[in-house]
């Protein structure tokens, strides 16, 4: 398994947990509660995040190994190797965002409600709104409207190539 694989893997995995959020009262039109989905799902979707991890620990421990080099030193290059696949992958939400820094306390990410801490990186949209870099990723995933003030992306079709 080399770091496309394991980025794909990972793509296709937030891909499913955006699927999963169509339950969550993200969404007020399904009418239904987290709880009431059970969580059983996140708990596989956990397990599988822990495995993709394991595999690109051991892809850089055979790389460290072969290579004779400092284990971590290559677990990093195998991250930023992966971190690149991915935003490949997921090119058509990135390409529409940009990249800011909250600059204020109390900021609530639209997504999952929580809030940011100033100096964080976030990713806005057209409209300014920030958000979580993983949530609004994810939720670009499956939508092209921006998840507090419904501005439309305008200038790419989102889509999925997993
Ligand atoms: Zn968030
Ligand atoms: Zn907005």
């Not at 007020?28 to 397990?47: C, F, K, Q, R, T």
């Not at 109390?106 to 100096?119: D, I, P």
């Amino acid at each position: 398994m080399d770091e496309e694989k394991i980025a794909k893997l990972r793509a296709d995995l937030l891909h499913r947990l955006s699927n999963w959020g169509d339950y969550s009262t993200l969404d007020v039109s399904y009418g239904l509660i987290p709880e009431a989905y059970g969580g059983g799902e996140l708990d596989a979707e956990h397990l599988e995040y822990e495995w993709l991890d394991t595999k690109t620990k051991e892809l850089a421990m055979s790389r460290a190994a072969a290579q004779n080099r400092d284990f971590n030193q290559v677990l990093n290059e195998v991250e930023i190797k992966v971190s690149l696949h991915l935003a490949i992958i997921m090119e058509p939400a990135i390409a529409a965002t940009t990249v800011v820094t909250v600059d204020e306390d109390g900021h609530v990410c639209g997504v999952c409600q929580e809030e940011m801490e100033r100096g964080d990186e976030a990713r806005a949209m057209d409209c300014m709104h920030a958000f979580h870099h993983d949530c609004i990723l994810q939720w670009l995933h499956r939508k092209n409207t921006c998840p507090l003030c419904r501005h439309v992306m305008l200038h790419k079709q989102i889509q999925s190539h997993v």
